[in-house]
């Protein structure tokens, strides 16, 4: 089993459509999460960190759930902009004596006129 | 610039010869990664580096990868005799302090091999 899961899709929706993403990671001991975000040809960058009371940036959700080791990223309002690969990623010991990241497969956004 | 400088940008190699990557990373930042990704598919760990000495070299698929970083900043990986399945893009990032894993990426390296 892989560490962290995603469904790659693709993802194909309309413009203003609400999309949910999930992830599932397999360490339990995990303690720090993220989303990034991937352009075609691009280098990551983070999108937005995910904290165990669930949080907001604008159209963005970001929800934990420990007890089904479970990451989820709700995109409300889709843009053409948004089109993108989503990267779930686990810090999969959460030790300040390790930065390691596991980055899962990533999940394709298309959304179209 | 302000952000992680990787070079080359791009490098066409023959099988069997040696290549090296650099990467500078962002001013202070004391954490240093390098990933890969081959052609659709997810980032794939190598080495993180705190400082110069590197804690997790866990990722490095075989003895033909090295890496080393000098002065707390600028790391090079060292591929050996290449091989075609090492065709991929080489990500490096940096981060001031990993306890908050907020890692900057640098525009890659991309390794062809034929």
């Known amino acids: 089993r892989k560490e962290v899961e995603q469904d790659p899709g693709p993802f194909n929706v309309p413009e203003g459509a609400t999309v949910a993403f999930n992830c599932t990671y397999s360490?339990?001991?995990?303690?720090?999460f993220f989303w990034y975000r991937q352009d075609c040809r691009k280098e990551p960058k983070l999108l937005m960190s995910?904290?165990?009371s669930g949080n907001e940036d604008g159209r963005f959700t970001a929800q934990l759930n420990r007890a089904s080791q479970y990451i989820s990223l709700l995109i409300r309002d889709s843009k053409l902009s948004d089109s993108a690969t989503y990267l779930c990623?686990?810090?999969?010991?959460?030790?300040?004596?390790?930065?390691?990241?596991?980055f899962g497969q990533g999940t394709t956004l298309q959304v179209k006129p | 610039g302000a952000g992680v400088s990787q070079s080359p940008s791009n490098k066409v190699t023959e099988k069997g010869k040696d290549v090296e990557l650099r990467c500078d990373p962002i001013?202070?930042?004391?954490?240093l990664y390098w990933y890969r990704q081959s052609l659709g598919q997810g980032l794939e760990f190598l080495i993180y580096?705190?400082?110069?000495?590197?804690?997790?070299k866990s990722g490095l698929p075989s003895d033909r990868f090295s890496a080393e970083r000098t002065g707390g900043s600028v790391s090079t990986l060292t591929i050996q005799r290449t091989q075609q399945e090492d065709s991929a893009v080489y990500l490096c990032?940096?981060?001031?302090?990993?306890?908050?894993?907020?890692?900057?990426f640098g525009e890659g390296s991309w390794l062809t091999v034929v």
């Open positions: 990623v686990v810090n999969p010991r959460g030790s300040s004596n390790t930065g390691k990241l596991i």
């Open positions: 360490n339990s001991a995990s303690q720090s």
């Open positions: 001013s202070g930042h004391t954490a």
């Open positions: 995910v904290y165990s």
């Open positions: 580096f705190q400082g110069n000495s590197a804690p997790d």
């Open positions: 990032a940096s981060s001031l302090d990993p306890a908050t894993n907020t890692i900057y």
